[in-house]
């Protein structure tokens, strides 16, 4: 650490490409190679999403968020950790794996320019199913925005198939990777629900989808609302009485080839002096009193929380960009210069549903992304954060860290892996009898490019200082993107 605070760099980029190499092989073992001690009540399976492939067959992909989607399981039992890693194996994937070439290039490639955007949500293109994996109603589904969820085995990770939530999802409908479970849902009892939405793209303007599930995976409610423009929405929040959805300025531009990389949205154009709109949604039925409001513009991949203080004033909290940066279409992703992108950071947005006011305020300088908070307190306030974050304070760089975040007292806790360690997002696991929001475990999956392979690296939540235990695992695992916790089945 001491070395480090010097240096204005704390990586290089050959090491951080590395974590970008393709894992094509699946494995199962007992993690043996352990520092520290697993914890005993850690009892479930953390399962992950991400791009395994990075090229197919040799040929590279153009961005890794085209790459197949692998899931990795960690299952926890008494003290011991199982792992086992499988790619989706979506009709395309076995499709490219049967024929030993790539067969969808065209969908992704510059040779067909707007070619794949004007089919990003429809379900005719390639599936990868490589951005979330969340197990709910009894089933693990493989989720990615533009298309329906792939269905998995849980315990084995075999691919069972697409699948249209008993359906629920039409042809050309799609569903989100970032469901948001209300555990307290009116609409359920005040039992936990699943929330989650699809955009369909129609012509010139966009609908919102938004499915409310019970915990069998039984849909409660369905609404939709139509907003007009092109919407690029990745993620929203929720609280007890509003969806809510950030439409970011976006068009088509086909040409740029767009680089986030903490983020998906090639080919997508952000348009600086436009105001984000922000559109609330509400749960009751007949949902009609739609509110929307704007604010300076800022791209928004991932939101923190949201909660509602009274029946005016709703908080959201989410990771800001100034701008989506772009970079040439001739260029790889892996000779990004980081300091040349604007940072991700943690902002605070106050929306004032009557006088439709919206006020932001920067939480923290860090650039950060992938955050995660205690599951009970989605949709109500709440007071901690973990989430990925950058080593240096300010300037943009690869996630090297985890950071806590302390909203009441701006206190911060940060456990450093650079130079040699990339992180992703923390997973915060709450302890079966935990009294305080930060009494739990957090789990992170760490490429160490020093050894060429991923720890799977446990914190207790109340001081990530450090460490309670590093799990090795023999191989890598290309940078993922989100993942959840499933506590063992009784
Ligand atoms: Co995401």
Redesign the pocket.
């Known amino acids: 650490m001491q070395q480090l605070e010097k240096s204005a760099q704390s990586y290089s980029l050959t090491d951080w490409r590395q974590g970008y190499e393709s894992q094509y092989q699946e494995s199962e073992y007992l993690i043996d190679d352990i520092e520290g001690e697993i914890p005993l009540d850690l009892s479930g399976t953390l399962y992950r999403n991400g791009p395994g492939l990075l090229d197919v067959h040799g040929t590279p992909l153009r961005h890794p968020f085209d790459g197949d989607g692998m899931i990795c399981a960690f299952t926890f039992d008494r003290g011991r950790c199982f792992f086992r890693n499988r790619f989706v194996k979506t009709r395309e994937y076995l499709e490219e794996q049967k024929a030993g070439k790539m067969l969808y290039r065209g969908v992704f490639g510059s040779q067909k320019p707007g070619g794949w955007l004007a089919n990003l949500f429809d379900i005719r293109v390639k599936n990868i199913a490589n951005?979330?994996a969340i197990y709910w109603g009894n089933k693990l589904w493989a989720l990615w925005?533009a298309a329906h969820p792939y269905r998995l085995n849980p315990d084995n990770l075999d691919t069972i198939g697409l699948d249209n939530l008993g359906g629920i999802l039409g042809d050309g409908d799609v569903f989100s990777?970032?469901p948001r479970i209300d555990r307290h849902s009116q609409f359920n009892h005040d039992k936990p629900s699943l929330v989650n939405f699809g955009i369909k793209q129609e012509g010139i303007s966009s609908t919102i989808n938004v499915y409310e599930f019970d915990e069998l995976g039984k849909i409660i409610q369905q609404y939709s609302y139509k907003t007009p423009g092109f919407c690029f929405i990745?993620?929203f929040v929720i609280t007890p009485h509003y969806c809510i959805f950030f439409q970011n300025p976006t068009s088509y531009n086909p040409l740029p080839f767009v680089f986030g990389f903490k983020?998906?949205g090639e080919c997508l154009d952000f348009d600086s002096s436009k105001p984000t709109k922000i559109i609330l949604i509400p749960r009751q039925a007949p949902h009609e009193k739609v509110i929307t409001l704007e604010s300076e513009a800022g791209f928004i991949?991932?939101h923190s929380n949201a909660f509602e203080i009274n029946e005016q004033e709703i908080v959201v909290d989410s990771i800001c960009y100034a701008q989506l940066s772009q970079i040439d279409p001739d260029n790889s992703y892996k000779e990004v210069d980081f300091n040349k992108l604007a940072p991700g950071q943690l902002w605070r947005f106050k929306l004032n549903l009557t006088n439709k006011k919206v006020t932001k305020e920067l939480i923290n300088q860090r650039c950060v992304e992938?955050p995660y908070i205690h599951p009970d307190n989605v949709g109500r306030d709440y007071r901690y954060i973990f989430i990925g974050a950058a080593y240096h304070p300010r300037n943009n760089a690869p996630l090297q860290a985890l950071l806590k975040l302390d909203l009441v007292t701006k206190e911060e806790q940060l456990y450093s892996f650079a130079p040699k360690g990339f992180a992703g997002e923390p997973v915060f696991i709450p302890k079966e009898n935990g009294v305080s929001e930060d009494d739990g475990w957090v789990l992170n999956l760490i490429y160490d490019s020093s050894h060429h392979r991923s720890d799977l690296v446990i914190f207790d939540g109340k001081d990530i200082r450090q460490p309670v235990a590093t799990l090795h695992l023999k191989q890598h695992i290309p940078y993922g993107?989100?993942g959840s916790f499933a506590s063992t089945r009784k």
């Open positions: 951005t979330n925005e990777a970032h990745h993620d983020g998906a991949f991932h992938f993107l989100h």
